[in-house]
């Protein structure tokens, strides 16, 4: 078997890779350990930027999400048993639109596969990368029915396997990874309920951060700091509940609407980042290459960021020859990676300063909050950072 280009996982960011790849006529095969099924439902993201969006519009991939995202303009901040509303809406022009991951998923995989006519193979296993340093790379899996080693031959491979794939692990000895622990969890819920507000929410309490995030009219994301590594089973029903109406709670502010808790798991807050993200003719996009701790919600939009830089670049050079894109492909991926990688970790310091037990650190979290609700041009500065700006291309 050959195809030009082979994808290694079939996120949000393999799976526009391969939807561009097909608009320009290339052939590529996507290859995914899990079923169809399942990543249609894995529940993670659900915060998309606008550029991100314009980004998919242009190429085709957003029909459903432009008919059904939420449109999100403000978020709520609760502080000193105060609720402080930012309305990024009115200071950017622009918005946050709201569309579960597993939603683009489904999205993504009937458009490339059922539409475009792109070959997938699901529930692959022992995937592995052959001579990614010659011209001549070559990817080789296990096949679901078989169990027979199949080896196909390509020009490119595009690592797009998540943050545990196994493509990063291709990488020569001295690539270079930089990390960053912040040594805090949080524990992800998802509750069939309800949103309780009308915006996002962000609880800044000594008990430690909430989050409360719409995801759908039927269910809404919370977030609790924990210890890092707590089991999610220390955290019943009711002690999830009255933590969130704790660390909620301020003056004015409607009761929290409960449900059942469906998804219920620890998240270790780290990110690393790969540099550079290329490896002869191995191409590392999304979590892959870089994972973000999802205190800023960046994970997906990046993911999206490079799968457009890097569609356009294979693109470009499989049907014209073309080798600016991909010879600058890394470079332009990471100014951004960096970007997002500094304001997540600064507002981690937002989110965290006043349970860290600190008071030197509590204060100066203090100071920041009141800065972004004092001065025009903290909150103008922030506005844009939570959006992220567009892209100069
Ligand atoms: P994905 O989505 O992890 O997809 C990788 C795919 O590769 C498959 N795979 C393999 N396939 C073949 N061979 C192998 N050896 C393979 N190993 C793995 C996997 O099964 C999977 O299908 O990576 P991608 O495409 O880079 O997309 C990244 C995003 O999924 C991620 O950044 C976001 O989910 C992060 N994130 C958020 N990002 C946002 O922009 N906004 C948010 O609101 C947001 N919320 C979140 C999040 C992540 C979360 N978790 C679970 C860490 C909330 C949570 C709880």
Known sequence: ????????????????????????????????????????????????????????????????????????????????????????????????????????????????????????????????????????????????????RVVVACDFVAGCDGARGVTRAALPGHAHI???????????????????????????????????????????????????????????????????????????????VEGRLIEKRVLDMHSHVVEPMVFGRLFLAGDAAHLTAPIAAKGMNLALHDAFLLGDALAAYLTKGEETGLDGYSEACLRRVWDYQEFSQWLSEVYHGTSSGDAYRAGTTFARLRRLFTSPTAAAAFAEQYLGTAPAY
């Not at 946050?96 to 458009?111: I, M, S």
């Not at 509750?191 to 996002?200: F, G, K, M």
Request: charged letters at 25%.
């Open 1 to 148: 078997q050959r195809f030009p280009v082979v994808v290694v996982g079939a996120g949000p960011a393999g799976l526009t890779i391969g939807n561009i790849l097909r608009a320009a006529s290339v052939d590529c095969l996507v290859l995914e350990t899990e079923t169809r099924e399942f990543i249609e439902q894995r529940p993670r993201a659900g915060v998309i930027e606008e550029w991100a969006v314009r980004g998919l519009q242009q190429r085709g991939l957003a029909d459903t999400l432009s008919e059904r995202a939420q449109l999100h303009t403000d978020c709520e901040f609760r502080f000193g048993g105060q609720r402080f509303r930012f309305s990024y809406g009115e200071l950017t022009g622009t918005h946050h639109f709201v569309y579960p991951q597993p939603l683009l998923v489904t999205d993504l995989v009937r458009e490339y596969a059922d539409v475009r006519g792109g070959e997938i193979r699901f529930g692959v296993h022992d995937v592995q990368l052959h001579d990614l340093d010659t011209e001549r790379p070559s990817v080789s899996y296990v096949d679901a029915e078989t169990e027979q």
């Open 178 to 256: 930089a990390r960053h622990d912040y040594g805090i969890g949080w524990l992800a819920l998802l509750a069939e309920a309800p949103p309780s507000n009308d915006c996002v929410v962000f609880g800044i309490h000594p008990n430690g951060f909430a989050g409360h995030m719409a995801r759908s009219p039927e269910v809404t994301r919370y977030y609790l700091e924990c210890p890092p590594g707590d089991d999610p089973e220390n955290w019943s029903h009711e002690r999830v509940w009255s933590q969130l109406r704790q660390r909620l709670a301020a003056t004015d502010a409607g009761p929290l």
